[in-house]
């Protein structure tokens, strides 16, 4: 479930830094209002975008090291992307706002055909992002079963490995019975010869006493 929320997460981000991009290019294209608009809309997109880098990172904290590396180093070149278009946002807005005032005088005759032509740029840009995105999240999308597959590969070797010392368990188990089974019938063995021994230096002891009696108190 957390997998499919960061991919998730991870696609809406992509498409999100698209429309930065894009706003950025049409920043170039703008003068005035329009263009205070899209560095307004940049600025919003911009913190929704490190929103999304931080519920992502904490998504992370929780998931096997084989998939949170990886994915940690991309969201750091992530995070550095969108700093560099703010960087260039904010330096582009700087350099511009003399040709801004200087350019304002022509606004009223140019700016309808402008914005059209914005809004046309914008539409292809989007269209071409879209397609790549598409083919971003399918890239992704074999990543993430690539990862799957390694981690069920790991965990079948880590269960066939609990099998084998369950059943090594198993034998140790009934090898220690038998054991036990041996040193008991051992022990029993001892105390049945002890016995014997016993009964059997008993006898003499009477032979012998009878043979000193016969001999020496009957004459």
Do not use: W
């Not at 290019?25 to 911009?46: I, N, V, W």
């Not at 260039?88 to 807005?93: E, G, V």
């Not at 914005?118 to 879209?130: D, F, Q, V």
């Amino acid at each position: 479930m957390a997998s499919e929320e960061f991919e998730k997460l991870l696609e809406m981000f992509r498409c999100l830094y698209e429309e930065m991009k894009a706003l950025l290019q049409g920043a170039q294209l703008c003068y005035g209002e329009e263009k205070k608009r899209l560095l307004k809309d940049f600025s919003s997109k911009y913190r929704e975008a490190e929103e999304m880098l931080r519920e992502m990172d904490e998504l992370l904290l929780d998931a096997p090291p084989v998939f949170r590396n990886p994915m940690s180093s991309k969201l750091r070149c992530y995070r550095r992307d969108i700093v560099k278009l703010q960087r260039d946002m904010k330096s582009y807005d700087l350099s511009s706002g003399l040709s801004g005032r200087v350019g304002g005088s022509r606004r009223g005759a140019y700016g309808s055909p402008r914005s059209q032509r914005l809004l046309l740029l914008r539409g292809t840009e989007s269209l071409h992002h879209a397609t790549q995105s598409i083919k971003r999240s399918q890239q992704v999308a074999l990543e993430t079963e690539h990862v799957s597959g390694t981690m069920m590969e790991e965990l079948g070797e880590q269960r066939e490995q609990l099998d084998g010392a369950r059943q090594r368990l198993i034998h140790a188990g009934e090898n220690l019975s038998r054991s036990r089974r041996i040193v008991r019938s051992v022990s029993r063995r001892v105390m049945t010869n002890k016995m014997l021994l016993a009964v059997v230096i008993l006898t003499e002891v009477c032979i012998l006493g009878a043979a000193i009696y016969l001999k020496f108190f009957l004459k």
